[in-house]
């Protein structure tokens, strides 16, 4: 066998083999022929003439995602950097379109994104942006949608996957932002501190009025503990100065005795004498009868004063002109 046949049918076996393709899943291939547009050939094994027929480029048919970084200003003239993630894919029926009509898709895509945005973002407030970047995004996608599909684009979605002030602004924004929890704490602070003072003069009052009342009745009973003991002793032929200067030295001595009972006690009572609790007793007398004598002067000025006689006071001159004597009849 010579070597030009061996190279002819080596050369025969690559023309035949040539004539096979393979096409990916979720891809298209297009096909032309001496530089005309063929056909699209979709997944799958594929024929082609060779020589004649040659493989133009394949076309991707997934989703693919189109950072685009954005540097705009909003209406309070804050500069911030905004990130849309653009979400597109070529729509099978129009592989021809995309593939020719538009040769930098990226690029195209970026362009719009660019147009919207500064269209949309000069319109708010930087507080504004945050809230609505879902409506910027909405405006984004609307756009893109009138303009990619006449080139075989289909926007699946947009997002607006970040907003970056300047870093003073945001340090700014920071400080307001924790002024504004320092005030709510200080106020919610200084609303915990009326409740508890409020609460607390509530029970000191109700205290206070339940100790009153306490020692008001106890000072009832006590007096009416001494009206009992100074009618006992009266019916034993005890009078009342003797039954008070028993009470009094009783009470005196239990006063000592309970002093002494409490072993902790420091208390020094000047003057700790038996003839201290007669003392007591000749003051209170003295201080009884001279109450006496100074109630019976007061009954007795007040007595005088209604015997008195009243003056009749004379009219005022005013009237004096106004009333004429009677005159006799002659």
Do not use: C, W
């Amino acid at each position: 066998m010579n070597i030009p046949f061996i190279i002819i049918i080596v050369f025969l076996l690559f023309i035949f083999l040539s004539s096979f393709f393979t096409v990916k899943q979720q891809s298209s291939v297009v096909i032309e022929r001496f530089g005309k547009f063929l056909s699209v050939r979709n997944s799958g094994l594929q024929l082609k003439i060779p020589i004649v027929d040659r493989i133009a480029g394949r076309v991707n048919l997934k989703i693919q995602q189109l950072d685009v970084i954005i540097e705009t200003k909003t209406k309070d003239n804050v500069f911030i950097k905004m990130k849309v993630s653009v979400q597109f894919k070529v729509i099978q029926e129009k592989v021809y379109d995309a593939f020719y009509k538009l040769e930098y898709p990226h690029d195209q895509v970026t362009a719009y994104v660019f147009d919207v945005v500064r269209a949309e973002v000069p319109k708010l407030k930087l507080d504004d942006v945050f809230e609505r970047k879902d409506d910027i995004a909405i405006a984004v996608k609307r756009e893109l949608n009138e303009a990619m599909t006449t080139y075989g684009y289909d926007i699946i979605n947009t997002l607006v996957t970040d907003i970056d002030p300047d870093i003073q602004v945001k340090n700014a924004m920071n400080r307001i932002n924790a002024a504004d929890r320092e005030k709510t704490a200080a106020e919610f602070e200084a609303e915990s501190s009326r409740i508890r003072i409020v609460a607390k003069a509530k029970a000191e009052a109700e205290s206070k009025r339940l100790q009153g009342q306490g020692i008001a009745d106890q000072r009832r009973e006590i007096a009416r503990g001494l009206v009992e003991s100074v009618e006992v002793l009266n019916k034993v032929g005890i009078n009342s100065q003797e039954a008070s200067a028993l009470i009094v030295v009783t009470q005196h001595y239990d006063t000592l005795q309970a002093i002494g009972a409490d072993a902790n006690s420091n208390l020094i009572l000047l003057p700790n004498s038996p003839q201290a609790g007669s003392d007591m007793l000749n003051n209170m007398v003295a201080s009884f009868s001279a109450s006496n004598q100074v109630g019976e002067m007061m009954k007795k000025t007040n007595r005088q004063k209604s015997e008195k006689p009243k003056k009749i006071e004379p009219l005022q001159s005013g009237y004096e002109d106004d009333i004429q004597p009677e005159t006799k009849p002659s």
